[in-house]
């Protein structure tokens, strides 16, 4: 049906019609003193949900501009750089590192399993002569559906004394992430996942550690260049012209976040994954991140039942049922589907999409009890947890 699309992919994500309506608006000068309100309000606001009290810099790019704007940032030829990969978006960072010219090592691990702690431990009690300069990492890994206990991870980084940047791109809204309390010392995200608007902005924030080695960076961007940023923020400004309507819409998500609460909005988020988790279980499917301690609170990873495949999957939920839900990526592609509980997703979405999955899986011959995964989802969402 037109209009009914349901994007239950890790992003783009639902966008409110609110903020829909706002971007709609005929754009306005990016120097007007009505913008500069618009700004002020924005950037006091992502210093809440980014619960920090450093200046949180907005770009206009995707996602993979902001982890740019890190590292190009930090980096000088020839720097060690330790890579910690879950997935494809782990080893983004890595290519970006080595873009710069670092030489980089990688710990990774399978599809589906994060990093031990233990292990990151032992690489850096290794590194006696402090060589590593810097530690990339994911916190959810959209690429699979696993989340790296990033408190953790940032406090042993933190006693070697590298900087960490961390991947906060499909955590930040949907999972607990606090740089400050938590010692990261560099976090970026994207606009089109938990933020609830279209794609087209990306944010960082670096605390004070992480601007000692920016100082010492040779050739900083300059289109991301953090000293720019950091003044145009503090006027409340812009250095070039920004996507005017997306941040008026950003303005309006980012106020509506503020009244559902951070701790809320992570929160349902986990109520999200963990119900639709069992409610897959409950009607024969295997997940691809076992352990519901490893699993990101804004995406699922479903392997197929046997004998059915991903596109026919993907195809009649689009198609009977105006659902999208995400193929795998690279060496995952048509061994896992995925589905996304990010940003502006309520408990009926939920039941609609595990009901149409339901309804997919029979005409495609899937052995299982109908209903069940509907009755455990709407069981686990009224325990409320
Ligand atoms: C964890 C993660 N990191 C980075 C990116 C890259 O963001 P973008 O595609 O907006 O450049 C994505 C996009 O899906 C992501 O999920």
Not at 4 to 28: D, N, Q, Y
Not at 169 to 178: F, L, N, Y
């Amino acid at each position: 049906m037109k209009d009914k699309t349901f994007l239950m992919i890790p992003g783009p994500t639902p966008v409110p019609e609110s903020v829909l309506l706002e971007i709609a608006k005929h754009p306005i000068g990016h120097r007007s003193s009505e913008f500069s309100s618009i700004l002020e309000e924005v950037y006091t606001n992502l210093k809440y949900v980014f619960q920090t009290e450093n200046d949180v810099f907005m770009f206009t790019s995707s996602g993979t501009g902001a982890m740019c704007a890190a590292l190009e940032n930090l980096i000088n030829e020839g720097d060690k750089v330790l890579s910690l990969v879950i997935g494809n978006f782990g080893n983004r960072w890595a290519k970006i590192a080595e873009s710069r010219g670092a030489i980089v090592e990688k710990i990774e691990v399978e599809a589906g399993d994060v990093i031990n702690p233990e292990v990151l431990k032992k690489r850096l009690a290794e590194d006696v002569n402090k060589e590593i300069k810097i530690v990339t990492l994911t916190h959810s890994e959209t690429s699979t559906g696993a989340a790296n206990d990033i408190k953790t991870l940032c406090s042993i980084i933190k006693e070697h004394g590298a900087l960490s940047v961390v991947d906060g791109v499909t955590s930040v809204c949907a999972m607990p992430c606090k740089p400050d309390e938590w010692g990261i010392d560099v976090l970026v995200s994207g606009s089109q996942k938990g933020f609830m608007i279209p794609p087209g902005l990306a944010f960082l924030v670096a605390n004070e550690k992480a601007w000692k080695v920016y100082e010492q960076c040779k050739h900083p961007g300059f289109y991301f260049d953090w000293a720019a940023h950091r003044k145009s923020v503090r006027a409340n400004s812009t250095p070039f012209t920004p996507a005017v309507n997306l941040i008026a819409g950003l303005n309006v998500a980012l106020k509506m976040i503020k009244e559902e609460g951070i701790d809320n909005m992570n929160a349902r988020h986990r109520r999200h994954a963990m119900a639709l988790r069992a409610a897959l279980r409950a009607i024969n499917l295997k997940l691809l991140v076992e352990n519901d301690e490893n699993a990101s609170y804004a995406i699922t990873s479903i392997l197929p039942p046997d004998g059915i495949t991903v596109p026919d999957i993907r195809k009649t939920l689009q198609k009977d049922y105006d659902i999208v839900v995400a193929n795998g990526q690279n060496q995952l592609k048509d061994r896992i589907f995925r589905m996304g509980t990010l940003g502006f997703v309520c408990d009926r979405d939920l039941i609609a999409s595990v009901g149409a999955l339901e309804a997919t899986l029979l005409k495609l011959g899937h052995k299982f009890e109908l209903g069940a995964g509907v009755k455990t989802l709407i069981t686990e969402l009224n325990k409320g947890n």
